[in-house]
């Protein structure tokens, strides 16, 4: 799987929009961009994940630059209980031998504030 | 409650003394992972078990530790002869394992809330 990187630590007011970036430049075609954070104290939870088109759902948006080289996870209306780490994974489809497991890297730590 | 359970959440044993954790996976899932996660770092893959197959291990699941799930449904983790570097969060996460064809590729993995291991 390949490798991403990720900001430290984030800040974002309450009501605004986050904007978490993340650096895949190694990506490969059939790799896909997964976003799971984890809230103090609980597993981590699924956000999204895109190949190659936008995505949004009900929690967050996608946007995936045109290279795939680097993607960014929107959160469009912050709320306080959205502070938690970010983690941005790559990997491919969990088909075949590919069991699906994760690689976490260190993520980003997002905290929202009042 | 529907979700992936994990028992005990807390543990502390002295080093030495073997420990078991369990995991419940979602009903109908028959793919469960384990994960360990140390302070200040993201989760790293233990091993891996569709049904009650054992189909990977990580090379951090040293002789020491042994994971089963006998009836493709719970699956436990024992650790033997606890030392204090075993002391982490151990994450338990499963999944259909079901193929969705819009977006080529398989369900994701949902994660209990960790069983907390202290060595002492």
């Known amino acids: 799987d390949a490798k991403t990187t990720q900001p430290t630590s984030m800040d974002c007011a309450e009501g605004r929009a986050a904007n978490l970036p993340c650096n895949h430049s190694?990506?490969?075609?059939?790799?896909?961009v997964y976003w799971y954070r984890q809230i103090h104290s609980q597993g981590p939870q699924y956000i999204i994940h895109?190949?190659?088109n936008n995505e949004t759902n009900e929690m967050a948006s996608l946007i995936i630059t045109e290279d795939r080289k680097s993607s960014t996870l929107i959160l469009p209306h912050a709320t306080l209980r959205d502070t938690a780490v970010y983690y941005c994974i790559v990997r491919f489809p969990a088909g075949g031998t590919s069991y699906g497991k994760l690689t976490f890297g260190q993520g980003t730590i997002l905290t929202v504030h009042p | 409650d529907t979700g992936v359970s994990q028992d005990p959440r807390h543990k502390i044993t002295k080093r030495g003394q073997n420990v078991t954790f369990r995991c419940d996976p979602i009903?109908?899932?028959?793919?469960l992972y384990w994960y360990r996660q140390t302070l200040g770092q993201g989760p790293e893959f233990l091993t891996y078990?569709?049904?009650?197959?054992?189909?990977?291990k990580s090379r951090l699941l040293s002789d020491r530790f042994s994971a089963e799930r006998p009836k493709g449904s719970f699956s436990t983790l024992e650790i033997q002869r606890t030392e204090q570097g075993d002391s982490a969060m151990y994450l338990c996460?499963?999944?259909?394992?079901?193929?969705?064809?819009?977006?080529?590729?398989?369900?994701?993995?949902?994660f209990g809330p960790g069983t907390r291991l202290t060595v002492l």
């Open positions: 009903s109908e899932h028959n793919r």
């Open positions: 895109g190949l190659k």
């Open positions: 996460a499963s999944s259909l394992g079901q193929r969705d064809f819009a977006k080529h590729t398989y369900n994701e993995q949902f």
């Open positions: 078990f569709q049904n009650e197959a054992q189909l990977e």
């Open positions: 190694t990506i490969s075609g059939n790799e896909y």
